[in-house]
């Protein structure tokens, strides 16, 4: 009788351990070259914010606490700039590791989630810790032209992620840290779009519902604006959505090098879509001339228009468009459901537009 009993003693305890890991959070690894200083994990909680001093022991660092909901963890080095950022909730065992000079490079263990999101962060490490450098730079001040061409670049990468993985939290992640509150209203609102019901249910998402919930009360539907073009044997023709179940635009301008690069992405939405989406491509040139002088030179099958005045053409002013080339895609009724977004975002929104 006494081994029963040791032995059910010995399954109590192990139950109860099993269940006190259900009802907290574990973070370790080993996290080099830091200098034998400290650094700093910071969480929110429903009592508040929590601020956990981390000494690292050879490296070596642990802690734990409860979350019921997946919540952000962000590390911060000694001097307060960022180092790295996880997500957690109750039941996950996290693990750290690599060198702490090399915040993209980290390594991580124990969940999906973070596993998913640290390999976003590798596979584009360079150009991450180059805006990473630039954004410490401009925290102090004004933000610098390199910084802004960093972000723009990033946004670029992240809006390209978003379209491939419209199903992933980690889409929602991106989204928050790196485009909304950087990017323009209508580029956020476009990318937020992309992603399922479910993923912005979901606590990773929580800035963004909050935002879009925002725009929803503030904003009414935004249509095209009357977009009166002219033709290559200059007529004028005013742009009727009407005509199709979905209208492409893409403004650009052959005055402006590399802006004409969406090409083949106009091609291949005509050539298998035919009339279920008008694809027109408006020029921003100043002079009509330069425009006609770069398309006779090729074999578009898409609609060519000219936005006379450009981009001081009341119509292309109501867009507020910051930068060519430039994607648009508006529904039958003339509602713009897509703007400011790459190729593979765009292709999905018209995808939803022309399917039963």
Same mark, same amino acid.
């Given at each position: 009788?006494?081994?029963?009993?040791?032995?059910?003693?010995?399954?109590?305890?192990?139950?109860?351990?099993?269940?006190?890991?259900?009802?907290?959070?574990?973070?370790?690894?080993? %996290?080099?070259?830091?200098?034998?200083?400290?650094? #700093?994990?910071?969480?929110?909680?429903?009592?508040?914010?929590?601020?956990?001093?981390?000494?690292?022991?050879?490296? @070596?660092?642990?802690?734990?606490?409860?979350?019921?909901?997946?919540?952000?963890?962000?590390?911060?080095?000694?001097?307060?700039?960022?180092?790295?950022?996880?997500?957690?909730?109750?039941?996950?065992?996290?693990?750290?590791?690599?060198?702490?000079?090399? &915040?993209?490079?980290?390594?991580?263990?124990?969940?999906?989630?973070?596993?998913?999101? @640290?390999?976003?962060?590798?596979?584009?490490?360079?150009?991450?810790?180059?805006?990473?450098?630039?954004?410490? %730079?401009?925290?102090?001040?004004?933000?610098?032209?390199?910084?802004?061409?960093?972000?723009?670049?990033?946004?670029?990468?992240?809006?390209? #992620?978003?379209?491939?993985?419209?199903?992933?939290?980690?889409?929602?992640? *991106?989204?928050?840290?790196?485009?909304?509150?950087?990017?323009?209203?209508? @580029?956020?609102?476009?990318?937020?779009?992309?992603?399922?019901?479910?993923?912005?249910?979901? &606590?990773?998402?929580?800035?963004?519902?909050?935002?879009?919930?925002?725009?929803?009360?503030?904003?009414?539907?935004?249509?095209?604006?009357?977009?009166?073009?002219?033709?290559?044997?200059?007529?004028?023709? *005013?742009?009727? &959505?009407?005509?199709?179940?979905?209208?492409?635009?893409? @403004?650009?301008?052959?005055?402006?090098?590399?802006?004409?690069?969406?090409?083949?992405?106009?091609?291949?939405?005509?050539? /298998?879509?035919?009339?279920?989406?008008?694809?027109?491509? %408006?020029?921003?040139? /100043?002079?009509?001339?330069?425009?006609?002088?770069?398309?006779?030179?090729?074999?578009?099958?898409?609609?060519?228009?000219?936005?006379?005045?450009?981009?001081?053409? &009341?119509?292309?002013?109501?867009?507020?468009?910051?930068? %060519?080339?430039?994607?648009?895609?508006?529904?039958?009724?003339?509602?713009?459901?897509?703007?400011?977004?790459?190729?593979?975002?765009?292709?999905?929104?018209?995808?939803?537009?022309?399917?039963?």
């Amino acid at each position: 009788m006494n081994k029963i009993g040791a032995v059910l003693c010995i399954c109590v305890l192990l139950l109860s351990g099993c269940g006190g890991k259900d009802n907290e959070f574990v973070v370790e690894g080993t %996290i080099n070259n830091l200098g034998g200083r400290p650094i #700093y994990a910071v969480y929110g909680l429903e009592n508040g914010i929590v601020v956990d001093t981390l000494r690292p022991q050879n490296g @070596f660092i642990t802690f734990k606490n409860s979350a019921s909901a997946v919540i952000p963890i962000q590390f911060y080095y000694f001097d307060k700039t960022p180092l790295t950022k996880i997500y957690v909730q109750n039941g996950d065992r996290i693990e750290l590791s690599g060198d702490g000079q090399d &915040p993209f490079g980290l390594r991580v263990k124990g969940s999906s989630l973070n596993k998913d999101l @640290f390999k976003f962060n590798q596979e584009n490490k360079e150009l991450l810790q180059s805006w990473s450098a630039e954004r410490n %730079i401009s925290a102090s001040g004004m933000r610098t032209r390199r910084y802004e061409q960093l972000s723009k670049e990033l946004q670029g990468v992240v809006a390209k #992620y978003v379209g491939e993985h419209k199903d992933s939290p980690v889409s929602a992640i *991106l989204l928050d840290d790196y485009v909304l509150g950087r990017a323009s209203d209508a @580029f956020c609102d476009s990318l937020i779009g992309l992603l399922d019901d479910r993923v912005l249910s979901a &606590p990773p998402a929580a800035a963004l519902e909050m935002y879009r919930q925002f725009e929803t009360i503030q904003k009414s539907d935004t249509v095209l604006p009357y977009l009166s073009l002219t033709t290559v044997a200059d007529t004028t023709e *005013l742009l009727n &959505p009407r005509e199709a179940q979905a209208t492409l635009l893409c @403004f650009w301008a052959a005055e402006t090098p590399g802006t004409q690069r969406y090409s083949g992405f106009l091609r291949e939405i005509t050539e /298998r879509y035919d009339s279920l989406v008008q694809v027109v491509e %408006i020029s921003l040139d /100043r002079d009509s001339a330069v425009w006609k002088e770069r398309i006779e030179a090729d074999s578009a099958v898409w609609a060519r228009r000219w936005a006379k005045g450009g981009y001081l053409y &009341p119509g292309v002013k109501e867009l507020h468009i910051q930068s %060519i080339p430039y994607l648009l895609v508006a529904d039958s009724l003339g509602r713009i459901v897509a703007r400011g977004l790459s190729p593979d975002s765009s292709r999905v929104y018209i995808e939803r537009l022309v399917t039963p």
